[in-house]
């Protein structure tokens, strides 16, 4: 069964420093996206991409985040400066589109970051 | 916005049955669906509801009440490994109208005692 893969599953950085995440939605899935879950917490939305650029964006994704797709199978969170709030669990989704799709979204297994 | 009211925490007996609920307040309303999460996992789908009624899949049922803005997961014959923390979740159209990411609930953690 396809499935979204994520690395690294842990990373571990000082503050300041830059990070990326990786990950690689499902192959015929048009729908992609970033969320974060600090420990204990729900699931927080970060931004979806769409036809390769941002749809949408929430107000935790500031200046210091950036997302990319580059390649036809990669898709990137970068955060350009932790902070030791970026500390959580990221997670990478993917989807179809249809109806229904938008509800039904594969999660990678996530990323856990944490900043020192 | 959208937000979701689900409780915090649930406890049950294997073989039991057991009913999470959700209600939720939206601005434009697609269906709720409905994910679980294991310990340091990530949330896997389990159901989505676009009209009311009923949805069965195996021991597992979801239900929607559009009207009342109410939803709720059902777990029958519970085992063990059901022990996990429960999501609703709703689609949130963003600023555009045509956003697809989502809102969740604070999670339901279903702890099943032998």
């Known amino acids: 069964e396809p499935e979204v893969t994520q690395t690294p599953s842990h990373q571990v950085t000082q503050m300041g420093q830059e990070v990326i995440l990786r990950c690689v939605p499902i192959?015929?899935?048009?729908?992609f996206y970033w969320y974060r879950q600090i420990l204990g917490q729900k699931v927080e939305f970060l931004v979806s991409f769409y036809n390769n650029e941002i749809s949408e964006k929430s107000e935790i994704f500031d200046d210091q985040f950036s997302v990319e797709r580059p390649d036809g199978s990669n898709f990137t969170l970068k955060i350009r400066s932790t902070k030791l709030e970026d500390s959580a669990m990221y997670f990478c989704?993917?989807?179809?589109?249809?109806?229904?799709?938008?509800?039904?979204?594969?999660f990678g297994p996530g990323t856990r970051l944490l900043v020192l | 916005g959208q937000s979701l009211e689900q409780p915090s925490e649930v406890t049950a007996v294997e073989g039991a049955i057991v009913q999470i609920n959700c209600t939720y307040q939206?601005?434009?309303?697609?269906?709720l669906s409905w994910y679980q999460q294991h310990d340091g996992g990530a949330p896997t789908f389990l159901s989505y509801?676009?009209?009311?009624g009923l949805e069965e899949t195996g021991r597992f049922s979801s239900f929607l009440s559009r009207s009342d803005s109410y939803g709720y997961l059902l777990l029958q014959e519970l085992q063990m490994k059901d022990s996990a923390s429960y999501f609703c979740?709703?689609?949130?159209?963003?600023?555009?109208?045509?956003?697809?990411?989502?809102?969740f609930g604070s999670g339901t953690q279903l702890t099943v005692l032998p």
């Open positions: 192959s015929n899935h048009l729908y």
């Open positions: 979740a709703v689609r949130d159209p963003g600023r555009t109208g045509s956003a697809r990411q989502l809102t």
């Open positions: 939206t601005s434009g309303f697609y269906g």
């Open positions: 989704a993917s989807s179809e589109a249809g109806a229904g799709g938008a509800e039904t979204q594969y």
């Open positions: 509801n676009a009209l009311d």
